[in-house]
Each structure stands twice: as structure tokens, then as C-alpha cells.
């Protein structure tokens, strides 16, 4: 038995990756282009192990993915596989159109002359997964419910139109071809091995290294936060138990604003690697000018997922972000490795002004 996971070198493909081979002895091909986001040293623990089989390629390379599928005969294939940035999709969107839409389209189409080949009974159990973020709902007024997976779709960004175009993309390839999808639409993911360009891995990178910690705005933006292994433990709980077709928002009922969300990381510094002149990190937040078309405020209803799958979180933010800094606090190394090369050019051109 095995799994084709496209994007296994990222964030949350990694820790996706680690987690799935931690409790069952299927084999994983893992596909990662390793751009500037996918870094081998994530699955460094699964160095010698023949259960991970790494390969370097591009989800829009229909051959390759052809013949992986071929080779290997997965029952699954998950796509993380993504440009995931919005501020870089801000500065150049091309990229996220090619992978996020092209990208998936010429998978799904590498995947359909797959599964129309499969016998019958394969067919039917076999899983195409689509992770996918709660940003395509865009942007909520603070007194609105939180997103449900019947949301009209209002994507502000090229990122989360890209996204949602690719959701559009998996559900026709249902509607049309049969061929069995399931996607998730989830909230924010923090953790270990997230690049230092998203929020929180940057604000602890910066504080630690001194510097200022850049808040958007006026900082009262909201986002509804998830510990990146609970969302692996939703995503396994989907490939299981999943109803062909569905979409399941997943998130963990946890709304912070950005100011309070880096306000609990410096406190977290403070306690667990003070500064040696006794000042809070708190002291190195500066307001930097907004992001354009900032969406306000988002907030996933996980109720589906939980009454349909009996998924629950395991973390609350207090706890997922305690183990977060601790984290980062010991793997500096893995922090120095990825902060430089092509991520140091790209923080010099987004906080040059
Ligand atoms: P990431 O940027 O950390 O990782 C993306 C991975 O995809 C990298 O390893 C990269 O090398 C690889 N990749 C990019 N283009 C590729 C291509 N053309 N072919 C093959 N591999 C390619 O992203 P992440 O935060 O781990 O997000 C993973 C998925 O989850 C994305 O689809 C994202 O939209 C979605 N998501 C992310 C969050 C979040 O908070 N990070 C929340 C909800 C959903
Ligand atoms: P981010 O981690 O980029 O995730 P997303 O844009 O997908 O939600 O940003 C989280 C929030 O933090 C978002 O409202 C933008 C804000 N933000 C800052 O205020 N400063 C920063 O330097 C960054 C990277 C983000």
C-alpha cells in the first residue's frame, strides 16, 4: 500500500509526511519541486527509511506524475503542493497561478487517466485529497458566523484566488469525471518547520535575533489559529472517513487578533529566553505599513468535520503555542539553514520601505 503526497517537502506536508509514517508502514511517495519553500531537512528523520521515497518534480509535469502513479499504484494522492504566501503573491502572482491552477490542473488530469485505468473495485477506494485554506471565503465582518463549507467563495488575494481556483478545478474533476475528490478548507497552521516568512515563525526569528517585529495595519486583524499536527490528524481522519466529494473546513476555534498572537510570543520569549537588558521582546513591535486588500477577519465552523468525522483538535492555542516557541528555541540551526540564501533576498525587498 501506498500514498503519492505532492508538497511533502513544506510546512504542513512535512509534518504530514512525518506523522503518517509514525503509526502505519504504507509507503509514501513524496513529489516537492523544493522551491524556495521545500526543504529536505524537514524529513532529515526519515533519512534511510525506504517507507519515504522522495521525489524532485513538479506537480505540473503530467509525465512524471504518469509514471509515478504507474509505478507505484497509490490508493491516495494528497495535494499540498502550493505557492502559500500572500504577501509573494502580492509582489508576483505568476507563480501561484502556475503551480496553484495549471499545477493542479495537469495533476488532476495525470490522476483521472490513472484512476479510469484502476479496476473497479480500486476505483472506488481510491482518494484524490485537495488541502486547501480557509482563505477562498475571504474576508468577515467581526459579528459575522464563521465560515461554513457552504460560504460563497470571495478570494482578495491572488493566493486565495488561485486556490479557489484550484478547488473549483477538484470538484469539477468530480462533477464531470468521477473521479473521487475530497477537499479541506483550513484555518491558519503554526508549528514546527514553518518558513520564517509567515507570521509567527518570523516574529520569533526576528525577536530573537533583535529585531523589529513587523505587525501589519493596526494589528487587529483576525485569524482563527491551528497546530499544524492537528491539522495532519484532520486530514488523516478525511482520507479515512471522508464522503466522496465533500469539502470539510477545518480549524481550532481559536481567533486571535495579530497584535494578541504576537504579544503571546514575545511573553513566551520572555519567560523561556529572556533578553539579557531585561526588556520585554514586546518593546521590538513596530507598526509597518498594511498589506493591500488585508483581509480583516477569519473563523472556520469546524462543526462538519466534527460531528460527521469525530475529529477534534488536540492542542488549544495556549498549548500549541507554548510548544511552538520551544520549538523553535531548539532548532536554531534548522532556523539559520533555511534564513539564508533566496529567503534573505526576499525579506530585503518586502520590509525595504
Ligand atoms: P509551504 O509553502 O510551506 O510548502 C509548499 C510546498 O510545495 C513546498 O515544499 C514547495 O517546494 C512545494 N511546491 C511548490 N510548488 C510546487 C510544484 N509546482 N510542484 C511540486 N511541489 C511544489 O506551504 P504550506 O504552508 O505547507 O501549505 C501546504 C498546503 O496547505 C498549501 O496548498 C496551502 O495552500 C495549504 N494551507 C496552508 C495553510 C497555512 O497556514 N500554512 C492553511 C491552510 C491551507
Ligand atoms: P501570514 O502568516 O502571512 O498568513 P495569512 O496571510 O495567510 O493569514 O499572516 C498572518 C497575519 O499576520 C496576516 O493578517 C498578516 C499579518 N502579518 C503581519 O502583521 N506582519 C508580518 O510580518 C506578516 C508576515 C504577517
Not at 508502514?25 to 526543504?39: C, F, M, P, Q, S
Not at 500572500?86 to 507563480?95: A, F
Not at 497546530?227 to 472517513?241: F, G, M, N, P, T
Not at 476555534?253 to 514575545?266: A, F, G, H, K, Y
Request: glycine residues 8%.
Amino acid at each position: 500500500m501506498s500514498i503519492l503526497v505532492t508538497g511533502g517537502a513544506g510546512f504542513i506536508g512535512s509534518n504530514f509526511v512525518l506523522d503518517w509514517l509514525a503509526d502505519r508502514d504504507e509507503r509514501v511517495i513524496n513529489v516537492d519541486k523544493l522551491t524556495y519553500a521545500g526543504n529536505l531537512e524537514n524529513l532529515a528523520a526519515l533519512d534511510g527509511d525506504g517507507r519515504h521515497v522522495f521525489v524532485h518534480g513538479d506537480i505540473g509535469d503530467t509525465a512524471l506524475i504518469s509514471r509515478l502513479l504507474t509505478e507505484h499504484q497509490p490508493w491516495a494522492v494528497v495535494n499540498f503542493a502550493a505557492e502559500s504566501h500572500v504577501d509573494r503573491s502580492i509582489q508576483g502572482p505568476d507563480d501561484f497561478i502556475q503551480t496553484n491552477i495549471v499545477g493542479t490542473f495537469r495533476l488532476l488530469e495525470a490522476v483521472r487517466a490513472y484512476w479510469s485505468g484502476l479496476p473497479k473495485q480500486e476505483r472506488e477506494t481510491f482518494r484524490f485529497l485537495h488541502i486547501s485554506t480557509d482563505e477562498v471565503y475571504g474576508s468577515l465582518a467581526a459579528d459575522a458566523p464563521a465560515f461554513r463549507e457552504d460560504t460563497r467563495y470571495e478570494p482578495n488575494s491572488p493566493y486565495s484566488a488561485s486556490k479557489a481556483a484550484s478547488d473549483h478545478l477538484v470538484r469539477a474533476y468530480r462533477q464531470t469525471y468521477g473521479v473521487p475528490v475530497l477537499t479541506t478548507n483550513c484555518s491558519n497552521n503554526y508549528g514546527p518547520f514553518q518558513f520564517p516568512e509567515k507570521l509567527i515563525p518570523l516574529v520569533i526569528h526576528n525577536a530573537l535575533a533583535g529585531k523589529a517585529l513587523p505587525v501589519y495595519g493596526d494589528g487587529l486583524q483576525i485569524r482563527d489559529w491551528l497546530y499544524v499536527k492537528d491539522h495532519c490528524s484532520a486530514i488523516r481522519r478525511v482520507l479515512e472517513a471522508g464522503a466522496v466529494g465533500e469539502t470539510y473546513n477545518v480549524g481550532g476555534r481559536s481567533e486571535q487578533t495579530n497584535l494578541d498572537v504576537v504579544s503571546t510570543v514575545c511573553e513566551l520569549l520572555d519567560e523561556l529566553s529572556p533578553r539579557r537588558d531585561g526588556e520585554s521582546y514586546a518593546s521590538l513591535i513596530t507598526y509597518v505599513a498594511d498589506r493591500p486588500g488585508h483581509d480583516r477577519r477569519y473563523a472556520i465552523d469546524a462543526g462538519k468535520i466534527e460531528r460527521e468525522l469525530g475529529w477534534q483538535p488536540q492542542e488549544t492555542f495556549a498549548s500549541g503555542i507554548r510548544q511552538t516557541v520551544q520549538w523553535y528555541l531548539a532548532h536554531r540551526e534548522w532556523v539559520a539553514n533555511v534564513t539564508s540564501g533566496a529567503y534573505r533576498d526576499w525579506i530585503v525587498r518586502q520590509y525595504a520601505s
